[in-house]
């Protein structure tokens, strides 16, 4: 590999594989593997629509088929295929390379740059200080099945989000009126909305460097948080993980150039318009609210329980002011708890204290009605979370590390990202 300037921000240039023009670009991209897990339809509707086209399909493991009996098959063909794609040439390569992504969903879009991600950089532990880091906690069972299909795969192909702070936008949105060349664009499959990919030229990778030098140099030289995943987390690990492994065996100069201890992700801006972060609520099986309220005293000075009227005052209030609130839902009654002189605790982190230690049966609901609809039931407690602020989630993670699991989901399931750039991390024979 070549000197890399961008050393220090932990990221370096790659050479990315592309289909070449004469791929139908529609059926080459499919959306991330982990969504639609419980809709099979999904992905056998896709299945059909690809048919015998090159497809990236061809080259993942859908979640939704990852505990099935025939995985080493289906993992045996991901191999056999990639190396089939690389063998009829069917890529054009763009060596040492950024590329800028444009995402669009009707009226609106989002940007993302294509780069290497070096992995000696990522700790997903809760309590890490490296550059780049996890925002919600890492399972570490979910690693050795995704470990199964990377170990042999010759390429990679990323659904891996990760985000930077750069609210005067002074990084990724300049791309878009530099000097960047349209390389590839097509509809994406399956209500996935229109993508443009463009190649970053040296103007382009000046406003990189001079944008991530000022993140950089503002950083807490003690707690340098500058990457935070927004999607992909485990993707990444898997990644980690394997470059952990792989690295025993390799002399100090093999450790620097090794494919292996890169991963190919996006980074977008938080701060983008089109990225919109949407809490994930909670629900509590046969619990009643007072006994959230006995814990929370244990850990803020003060606790204030109100009864409101309907369910746009709840949100509209939780949402608003300098106190920790919360919206609570239970009989067929909705409430505001406040929480006061609780040494800056996020509501995520205190909900998942009382799963922890309470041993009480929860669901995580995507949707306000839908968790007060179930809260409506029997003795269950919906916990209705306030919305993320963009302003303060670095600095969250920063103060306590990484959020619990299922604290956000970033835009709707067919926002999430499609596979359309590769990479190659082993030789074929």
Not at 97 to 119: A, H, N
Not at 373 to 390: C, E, F, Q, T, Y
Not at 417 to 424: G, K, N, P, V
Request: aromatic share 10%; hydrophobic share 35%.
């Amino acid at each position: 590999m070549e000197t890399n300037r961008f050393e220090k921000f932990g990221i370096r240039k790659a050479d990315i594989l592309l289909p070449k023009e004469t791929i139908d670009l529609e059926k080459w991209a499919t959306i991330a593997c982990d969504q639609f897990t419980s809709e099979r339809e999904y992905w056998e509707k896709v299945d059909r629509y690809v048919g015998e086209s090159p497809s990236t399909l061809r080259m993942i493991l859908p979640e939704c088929y990852i505990n099935d009996s025939d995985k080493e098959r289906r993992i045996e063909s991901i191999d056999s295929t990639m190396e089939s794609y690389l063998k009829n040439g069917i890529f054009r390569e763009y060596k040492d390379s950024f590329i800028l992504v444009k995402r669009s969903f009707g009226s609106k879009c989002r940007y993302g740059l294509m780069v290497l991600i070096d992995l000696e950089c990522y700790d997903y532990s809760k309590t890490s200080r490296s550059l780049v880091r996890a925002t919600e906690g890492t399972i570490l069972e979910r690693i050795p099945p995704r470990l199964e299909i990377r170990k042999n795969a010759p390429m990679e192909l990323p659904h891996i989000v990760v985000l930077i702070s750069d609210e005067k936008r002074n990084i990724i949105e300049p791309l878009i009126n530099s000097d960047s060349r349209k390389i590839y664009e097509t509809d994406l499959m399956m209500d996935g909305g229109h993508i443009e990919g463009f190649l970053v030229g040296d103007k382009g990778e000046d406003i990189i460097y001079d944008g991530l030098e000022n993140l950089y140099e503002n950083l807490d030289k003690d707690n340098p948080l500058l990457y935070a995943m927004g999607d992909g987390n485990h993707s990444l690990a898997t990644a980690k993980a394997m470059w952990e492994e792989t690295k025993r065996s390799l002399g100090k100069k093999e450790k620097e150039d090794n494919p292996m201890r890169y991963a190919l992700v996006e980074i977008e801006n938080i701060f983008d318009e089109g990225i919109e972060f949407e809490p994930i609520h909670r629900v509590f099986f046969n619990y009643e609210k007072e006994n959230l309220i006995t814990y929370a005293s244990k850990l803020f000075r003060s606790v204030w329980l109100e009864k409101v009227s309907g369910r746009d005052e709840l949100i509209k209030r939780i949402n608003e002011g300098k106190n920790l609130r919360l919206g609570l839902a239970q009989n067929e009654n909705l409430y505001i708890l406040e929480l006061t002189g609780g040494d800056k605790i996020s509501a995520a982190t205190l909900i998942q204290d009382v799963i922890d230690t309470s041993g009480v049966m929860v669901d995580y609901i995507h949707g306000v009605d839908s968790t007060i609809k179930i809260a409506n039931s029997a003795d269950n407690l919906g916990i209705i979370m306030p919305d993320i602020s963009k302003n303060t989630f670095f600095d969250t993670i920063i103060r306590e590390g990484s959020f619990p699991r299922k604290t956000f989901s970033i835009g709707k399931s067919v926002e999430k990202r499609y596979y359309m750039e590769a990479r190659l991390i082993r030789e074929i024979n």
